[in-house]
């Protein structure tokens, strides 16, 4: 089966669609380093909006427990691919979460799935960063959440200001993240230590 005959029929409309784009540039989107490149790019944002096919159910229900476990729980260094959606250029960092039990915890890798399930999305960070929290928040009902991410956006470093150095950091405090000034601190404190054991 041929790349073409593998394609759905929302890719090959997605493929039409770039090919016209790619001529409005004044491209010839027929000539050999293009001929391909309307399908590759229609298969790259399939997959790079593939979350908006995914559910949260579907990622966490039969991952959550009944445990005594009531101390801080962190996930940090997650990376982070994602497209923004006002300039359809990628996004890209570092996602860090936490969470405080109350009754439930979640399976550790569940955590990076959710963070991905929501960038593989058309996103802004600061959606990106509350949709996880909040997510975790109404999953567990735990006793806080806590999410920091920190990105670079190709829209600022490619165009507009070109600020090459500069990182975008949003947060979402929820619980005892937000009332408790050292649970905050403390959650901080660990995410800006060093990335721990070398596997």
Not at 46 to 67: K, P, W
């Amino acid at each position: 089966m041929t790349e073409r005959e593998a394609m759905t029929e929302r890719e090959e409309r997605i493929a039409k669609l770039v090919g016209e784009l790619l001529a409005q540039l004044g491209e010839d989107a027929t000539r050999e380093g293009l001929a391909k490149t309307p399908e590759r790019v229609a298969k790259a944002f399939t997959y790079l909006t593939s979350g908006y096919t995914r559910d949260v159910h579907d990622i966490l229900n039969d991952a959550m427990f009944v445990e005594e476990y009531d101390e801080m729980v962190v996930v940090k260094d997650i990376d982070v691919f994602s497209v923004c959606e006002h300039h359809l250029l990628p996004f890209i960092g570092k996602c860090h979460v936490a969470y405080m039990p109350k009754s439930k915890i979640v399976g550790l890798s569940k955590i990076p799935r959710l963070v991905e399930m929501f960038s593989r999305r058309l996103q802004v960070q600061e959606r990106l960063t509350t949709q996880i929290a909040n997510t975790l928040n109404e999953a567990l009902q735990p006793r806080g959440v806590a999410v920091v991410m920190e990105a670079v956006h190709l829209c600022m470093i490619m165009r507009g200001v070109e600020k090459q150095n500069s990182k975008a950091v949003t947060s979402a405090m929820l619980g005892a993240f937000r009332d408790r000034p050292e649970t905050r601190a403390e959650f901080m404190e660990l995410i800006k230590s060093g990335r721990g054991l070398q596997i």
